[in-house]
């Protein structure tokens, strides 16, 4: 489902309960989609994965790729992600995991160490990516 006003649209699944927080999982706007950090959750029922890291993180990179897809875009127009891991001791696992999941595309990417995450996880993925075809039809470029 998206909603829009004039300059951004914003990006909600049909089929899956909203987030319970003053957000959404994704917004388009000029072109670009903005996705909001995703935990290893299913997003149909919104109950956390909380098992190996491995999973966790191929979970919530599938969530990402969820929000691109329902924007118009996907992995391999990612530009940039930021990656929070709970513990700096994942972070070679997180890594092997994020790169079997991406392949050859390598867009920018920051690691920020955190202490805790939500629903006791240990990953959030947020993430910028180009849409695909460029601008968003019915949504105001700026620019002009």
Same mark, same amino acid.
């Given at each position: ?14 089929? +899956? ?10 917004? %388009?706007?000029?072109?670009?989609? *903005? @996705? /909001? ?28 790729? +969820? ?10 127009? %990612?530009?940039?992600?930021?990656? *929070? @891991? /709970? ?58």
């Amino acid at each position: 489902m998206i909603k829009e006003n004039l300059f951004v649209k914003e990006i909600y699944f049909d089929n +899956a309960p909203k987030p319970t927080g003053h957000y959404a999982p994704g917004v %388009v706007h000029n072109g670009m989609v *903005y @996705v /909001s950090g995703q935990l290893p959750v299913d997003l149909k029922t919104r109950e956390p994965f909380t098992g190996a890291i491995e999973g966790q993180t191929e979970l919530a990179l599938l969530n990402v790729e +969820a929000v691109l897809e329902e924007a118009g875009s996907d992995l391999d127009h %990612v530009v940039q992600m930021t990656i *929070y @891991v /709970s513990d700096m001791e994942l972070w070679s696992r997180v890594n092997e995991t994020y790169a079997k999941v991406m392949g050859e595309h390598r867009p920018a990417r920051a690691i920020v160490p955190v202490k805790d995450l939500h629903f006791g996880t240990k990953v959030e993925i947020q993430a910028i990516a180009a849409v695909k075809g460029g601008l968003t039809p019915g949504v105001a470029d700026i620019t002009e």
